[in-house]
């Protein structure tokens, strides 16, 4: 099984729409993030959480909500779809002790 | 606040041939630094990072990075490309202060390897 697991993989959704893209850890990690991934424009932070009491604002947190379940679980929330948060979507987790990251496979997520 | 740039966008080298990548950071402190790769419909890898001590660090899959502070500059370099090196690679720059811990990335470099 894959350190760090997206799921799901790909997912069309409608605009207005709420969704959820779901993130779980096998590394032990108490910090994990959310990125987005749109072409030539790198990685941008969504959000981050350095624990499960812990919740911080990436760069671009409007329109995304999310949520810590348990020390390996962190969620993806989008409200109301709209087609301009069509993008790739990853998963990260790191431990304090060595900074990088482990990423997931990505979720790929088309709103119509 | 950090930034990363990298300003190439799309490179193009033969298989066997050098390859130097670029990088330059913008950070107030002494920066974390990092390179990753992202195969076609996978997750970033982590190729090599610098935290401090030796500027020139090496990775896996035979690349290597030099620290150059004067330049802030976080080359990216692999002295022969193998076809299977064809992916798109990340430079990024980390803050970790407090709860100011998280990475910031450029906006990739797609490398061609031609046969």
């Known amino acids: 099984d894959a350190d760090v697991t997206q799921t799901p993989r790909n997912r069309i959704t409608k605009t207005g729409k709420r969704i959820m893209l779901e993130c779980s850890q096998t590394k032990g990690h108490d910090r994990m993030y959310w990125y987005r991934q749109d072409p030539g424009l790198g990685l941008q932070l969504i959000y981050y959480?350095?624990?499960?009491?812990?919740?911080n604002k990436g760069e671009i947190s409007d329109g995304y909500s999310v949520s810590r379940q348990a020390q390996a679980k962190f969620s993806l929330s989008l409200e109301s779809a709209i087609p301009n948060q069509t993008a790739l979507y990853f998963c990260?987790?790191?431990?304090?002790?060595?900074?990088?990251?482990?990423f997931g496979s990505g979720t790929r997520l088309t709103v119509v | 606040a950090q930034s990363v740039t990298q300003p190439d966008i799309h490179i193009t080298v033969s298989e066997g041939a050098s390859l130097e990548l670029r990088c330059n950071y913008s950070?107030?402190?002494?920066?974390?630094l990092f390179w990753y790769v992202q195969s076609p419909g996978q997750g970033l890898q982590l190729l090599l990072k610098y935290f401090s001590g030796d500027t020139l660090v090496q990775g896996i899959k035979g690349f290597e990075a030099e620290f150059k502070r004067s330049q802030s500059s976080f080359n990216l370099r692999k002295p022969s490309v193998h076809w299977s090196d064809a992916a798109e690679y990340f430079c990024?720059?980390?803050?970790?202060?407090?709860?100011?811990?998280?990475?910031?990335f450029g906006t990739g470099t797609r490398l061609q390897v031609t046969l």
């Open positions: 990260a987790t790191s431990s304090g002790a060595d900074y990088g990251y482990t």
């Open positions: 990024a720059v980390g803050a970790f202060t407090g709860t100011a811990s998280k990475l910031t």
């Open positions: 950070y107030g402190a002494t920066p974390y």
């Open positions: 959480s350095f624990d499960v009491k812990d919740i």
